[in-house]
């Protein structure tokens, strides 16, 4: 059993899994977490409503790092994400969502660069091995520099093959002072996390930074249903004009060509409609010729095409496995009990 003894060169890290009725997926992401070489660790479940399956699995786990946080109603991943900060009892936070997974040397990676800087509060990312049914592949294509705001690495793209750059939750490491101070926006039903990170990012004293080593799994394109695949066109439309005060006009007219204007198309909106997010396109930001065609491919072309385009222009990509001793399970229907396994 790793100490979990805080000490002044190894404080107490704060793993948080909000949890909602996926007790399969949420076991392999546990053991991830509970794997992790960091010593000084705690992992705080937050069980978002009633759920005995969950609440079943959870009696399994006999480790003493594990604490289980039950809330008597369901809240949403933010509200979950808040509930377990105000719980954690460590210096720094980490998120980990229930469908993912953590490499074993996650948080030792992302301690050392907090050692290394200087920031008051640093905010750290990393990459990660996005695992479909079919393969796995390391993103973001772009590693996040410090020098680029925030909004604009999230949603600026270089080509039609760029997905754009990417901070998942599941990669997200930071000081529990910070999120205490900022918590996350309970009442938005998606872009929870791009919301915290640009906000966060507004004030002084906050550096935010990304480790070029993918440290996490995160699992796509296996039909399960998860916020980033809301297609509320308005509820995007209505977030990012919050935000207008704080990004570009350049990162503005990017969100609106990419963003508003696939969940758009998947919602089949209506010409009126679609004439009112070309309008915000080209005359509340700063469109680009590179924006202005991605927002013909988003706005025209179905996901499904889309993605296939996709995968032709990549048509030979790195190929990666799980991490040793990580299951990965995916939630189709029928799904395999384990799609891989490392066999190192």
């Given at each position: 059993m790793p100490n979990c003894s805080p000490s002044a060169d190894r404080p107490l890290v704060s793993a948080i899994i909000p949890t909602h009725r996926r007790p399969g997926l949420l076991a392999c992401a546990l053991r991830s977490a509970l794997r992790q070489t960091w010593p000084s660790l705690e992992v705080i479940v937050v069980v978002d409503g009633l759920d005995p399956a969950t609440e079943s699995l959870l009696d399994g786990f006999a480790d003493p790092r594990l604490r289980v946080l039950l809330l008597p109603e369901p809240a949403g991943g933010a509200a979950a994400r808040n509930a377990g900060v105000h719980a954690a009892r460590g210096e720094w936070v980490a998120f980990l969502d229930d469908d993912d997974?953590?490499?074993?040397?996650?948080?030792?990676?992302?301690?050392?660069?907090?050692?290394?800087?200087?920031?008051?509060?640093?905010?750290?990312?990393?990459?990660?091995?996005?695992?479909?049914?079919?393969?796995?592949?390391?993103?973001?294509?772009?590693?996040?520099?410090?020098?680029?705001?925030?909004?604009?690495?999230?949603?600026?793209?270089?080509?039609?093959?760029?997905?754009?750059?990417?901070?998942?939750?599941?990669?997200?490491?930071?000081?529990?002072?910070?999120?205490?101070?900022?918590?996350?926006?309970e009442r938005l039903p998606l872009h929870q996390d791009w919301d915290w990170l640009i906000r966060v990012a507004s004030y002084q004293g906050v550096a935010?930074?990304?480790?070029?080593?993918?440290?996490?799994?995160?699992?796509?394109?296996?039909?399960r249903a998860t916020v980033g695949r809301n297609t509320d066109w308005q509820a995007s439309l209505a977030w990012i004009r919050e935000m207008k005060p704080i990004i570009s006009p350049r990162a503005w007219s990017w969100f609106i060509a990419v963003q508003c204007a696939w969940r758009a198309q998947s919602s089949r909106a209506s010409l009126p409609d679609r004439a009112r997010l070309l309008w915000a396109y080209l005359f509340q930001g700063r469109p680009e010729w590179?924006?202005?065609?991605?927002?013909?491919?988003?706005?025209?072309?179905?996901?499904?095409?889309?993605?296939?385009?996709?995968?032709?222009?990549?048509?030979?990509?790195?190929?990666?496995?799980?991490?040793?001793?990580?299951?990965?399970?995916?939630?189709?229907?029928?799904?395999?009990?384990?799609?891989?396994?490392?066999?190192?």
């Open positions: 997974e953590w490499m074993p040397r996650k948080i030792e990676r992302q301690m050392a660069a907090v050692r290394a800087t200087s920031a008051w509060f640093p905010v750290i990312s990393c990459r990660v091995v996005a695992q479909s049914p079919a393969a796995g592949r390391v993103l973001p294509l772009r590693v996040y520099q410090p020098s680029q705001p925030v909004a604009d690495y999230l949603f600026c793209r270089t080509t039609l093959a760029d997905p754009g750059g990417l901070m998942q939750t599941s990669t997200l490491l930071a000081p529990r002072d910070l999120l205490l101070a900022l918590p996350f926006n935010v930074s990304m480790l070029s080593e993918p440290l996490a799994i995160w699992r796509v394109e296996d039909a590179r924006s202005f065609l991605h927002s013909l491919v988003f706005a025209c072309l179905p996901a499904g095409l889309r993605r296939t385009i996709r995968n032709r222009i990549w048509r030979n990509p790195a190929r990666v496995s799980a991490a040793p001793a990580l299951q990965l399970v995916f939630a189709r229907n029928p799904a395999p009990a384990a799609l891989r396994r490392s066999a190192h």
